[in-house]
């Protein structure tokens, strides 16, 4: 198997496995216990507390535990708005993941009223936009640091000068960023970050909101006194250890992981792209995480070839309607002005650092094929010639 | 969402691919917006309007669209083929997916457009053979998908 889904969950470290497996039978006390063996799991929470703190320079009380990025984007938006009723308004994007825009939908319940800053042809923001609607009204600004689906990189840290300048908190899901490029949550002036634990090498079902002293918010699941009173609930400790292992191992060597990962990703597209006519680049050409790459395929459909590729033993994703459980293309691509039939026709590699440039090779070798097949059978193809 | 094997035959070998010259009935539903688009070409003999007595005897296509167009328009091309008319246009979208043990219920509606595009094609052949009459009485594309008499291509 060629496994080029990496945006969508990357295989755990071995290495990280390796950390967290003792936390499972032989350290397996809770860390809210005053016996020694509590302590030690209290103490590799903390552990790993600053393994988070180190990656992404923040104080070591700023970091909370959640069961990932979804859970850390519902407390910020949610957290944030609960803690105060004076502003009324959330500014995010239109390219957002769900976890922030179905939440933001959500809060129109509360009076909350949401505007989505639109983009430009890459994914990037309009700053402009986001200048003339920001105001005194305006709780929260979240936008995310990088999209999943064509990996362009937002200009998070004017982004968190506007909305700082309006007296606003500014948030970032951060869940495509962290462990892959540099994070300094200090000089980028970031409030709240939400980030997740599988798409960098940790364990599913861990992540972590990281907030700034002084920021208020309320807790969604209240009980025990865990995580500063903000997050209710026993420690997932084996998954807080790999997290912790997953930032350690990240901030020695995504640096390298990024250069190589953008050599094969551009490999691919290059191959891909000179031997499959009309191929279309989704998402910007340089401000673009260096493990993506997303283009539409003229005239043909996206899971169309997901099921092709697949059947070859090659995992890779697609921003047509039919793999979204929808009835709707990406929202992100169409935000950024891709025409439908185009969107349905996308196709999304996200490289990760298990990945060989003979894997590469293989796809590159592989569909043309499988792109020329379904050229071949589709009626749009045939008003083309 | 898995597809049933049925699907997935079909989908990785459609039957009845491609165009046919001088057809005598052509159909196309759904449209590149929703991802699902396809053309059915028929051949009709004899070629007379007695619906219990006119048969396709030949049949092909070409679809836009997920693996479920794709096989749903294979299954179609192969249940109709050899038909009368007025059997086929006694077929249902729900007889397709039986014959491919099912699809997914998201599927049901955008990408089962098989069994309308062809009735949309015998419109088009009773249309050609002055039948407005009877190409009325056929439902042919569904009406939310709209109809697109020629592949729109941007």
Known sequence: MI????????????????????????????????????????????????????????????????????????????????????????????????????????????????????????????????????????????????????????????????????????????????????????????????????????????????????????????????????????????????????????????????????????????????????????????????????????????????????????CASSGSACTSGSLEASHVLLAMGVPHDMAHGSLRFSLGKFNTESEVDKVIQILPGIVEKLRVISPLYKHKE | MQYSQKVMDHFMNPRNVGELTDADGTGTCGNPVCGDLMTFYVRISPRIDDLKKARIVDIRFKTFGCGAAIAVASMASEMAKGKTLSEVIEMSREDVADGLDGLPPIKMHCSNLGIQTIQEALKDYLTKIGRQDLAAKIKGCPKQEGKSTKANNK
Not at chain 1, 103 to 123: A, L, R
Not at chain 1, 297 to 310: A, H, T
Request: charged share 25%; glycine share 8%.
């Open chain 1, 3 to 314: 496994y080029l889904d990496y945006n969508a969950t990357s295989p755990t470290d071995p290495r990280v496995v390796k950390t967290m497996t003792p936390y499972f039978y032989d350290i397996s006390a809770n860390p809210s216990s005053t016996h020694s063996a509590g302590y030690k799991a209290r103490n590799a929470v903390d552990h790993a507390r600053k393994n988070l703190a180190d990656l992404l320079h923040s104080r070591i009380d700023e970091i909370y535990f959640t069961s990932g990025g979804t859970e850390a984007d519902n407390i910020a938006i949610k957290g944030t708005a609960f803690a105060q009723e004076k502003r009324k308004k959330i500014i995010t994007s239109a390219i957002e993941h769900h976890a922030v825009l179905t939440t933001c939908d959500y809060m129109q319940k509360f009076g909350y009223s949401i505007v989505e800053v639109p983009v430009d042809q890459y994914g990037i923001i309009d700053l402009e936009f986001l200048k003339t609607h920001i105001d005194e009204n305006t709780l929260l600004v979240s936008i995310m640091h990088a999209n999943n689906e064509v990996g362009t990189i937002e200009p998070i840290q004017e982004i968190s000068k506007i909305a700082h300048r309006h007296g606003a908190i500014f948030h970032t899901d951060a869940v495509q960023t962290v462990g892959k490029i540099p994070v300094d949550v200090a000089a980028m002036e970031i409030d709240m970050l939400s980030l997740s634990g599988h798409k960098f090498y940790g364990p599913k079902g861990v992540g972590a909101l990281v907030v700034r002293k002084g920021i208020r918010f309320d807790p969604l699941s209240h009980g025990g006194h865990h995580e500063g009173g903000k997050r209710a609930g026993t420690e997932n400790v084996p998954g807080i250890v790999g997290l912790g292992k997953a930032c350690e191992i990240a901030a020695h060597e995504m640096s390298a992981d990024e250069k190589r990962l953008k050599k094969l990703r551009d490999r691919l597209w290059n191959g891909l792209n000179n031997k499959i006519p009309e191929l279309k680049l989704n998402g910007h050409p340089d401000k673009r995480l260096a493990n993506t790459l997303n283009f539409s395929v003229r005239y043909i459909e996206g899971e169309s070839m997901l099921l092709q590729l697949d059947a070859q033993g090659i």
